[in-house]
């Protein structure tokens, strides 16, 4: 698997999105390398929008305010591609037109090339238990397994932070508990600050760090 750089705090200082002049959020928030902060609130709150403000993925009619910092630097004014932070959706979003060795390929540095990057392709899906899987089509796979490749693709693109959007929620009870341990385990080796949006108390009390309430009058961190 690709090596991600130093270890890095994600913290949002004042970060605030309004539109049409109206304040939608507030946000001030540190996350340390390896830590899971998990947000919740009702439909509407903010929480989408949160993450879109972090990943940079607001669209124009939006204002931001504030600083995304990671490592020390304002990634606030960068392309979402220039930021290094990863993003994991409900839905695992694999490239149905190519192979489950392709869709890992997409999350690989270009300058990883020939039979190093059939290598980090090999070990990646040994790494999470789907060695030979390669050749298959997406199709094929359960969600499972699916999950697992949409994670192991987002973490080979070395990123230094990690978003989740509601990962485990199209899961059923036992699947969520078994990606819950992947995700969270991996994101934990890789000392990534994670920011989990969520709306079962379950993955925020697997994730075992800070809950930060939208929506409400107050955030809590347990």
Do not use: C, W, Y
């Amino acid at each position: 698997m690709a090596q991600n750089a130093q270890p890095a705090p994600l913290v949002l200082n004042g970060l605030e999105v309004a539109l049409q002049g109206r304040v939608l959020l507030r946000q001030s928030l540190q996350v340390q390398p390896g830590q899971i902060v998990s947000v919740m609130g009702p439909s509407g709150a903010g929480k989408s929008t949160l993450l879109a403000a972090i990943v940079g993925a607001l669209g124009p009619e939006f204002r931001l305010r504030g600083q995304v910092m990671l490592g020390g630097k304002d990634v606030s004014a960068l392309p979402t591609e220039a930021r290094g932070i990863g993003m994991l959706f409900q839905d695992p979003l694999l490239f149905p037109h190519l192979s489950v060795a392709q869709n890992l390929a997409f999350g690989l540095a270009r300058q990883v090339r020939g039979a190093a990057r059939h290598r980090a392709i090999e070990a990646a899906l040994a790494d999470i238990g789907l060695a030979g899987f390669g050749p298959r089509d997406p199709a094929t796979l359960s969600g499972g397994q699916k999950a697992r490749v949409a994670l192991m693709r987002t973490l080979l693109a070395a990123p230094r932070a990690l978003l989740l959007d509601e990962p485990f929620s199209a899961l059923d009870a036992d699947l969520r508990g078994q990606m819950r341990d992947v995700v969270f385990g991996r994101a934990r080796q890789a000392h990534l600050p994670v920011v989990m949006v969520t709306h079962d108390p379950q993955d925020a009390a697997a994730a075992g760090g800070p809950v930060v309430h939208l929506g409400a009058p107050s955030a809590a961190a347990p």
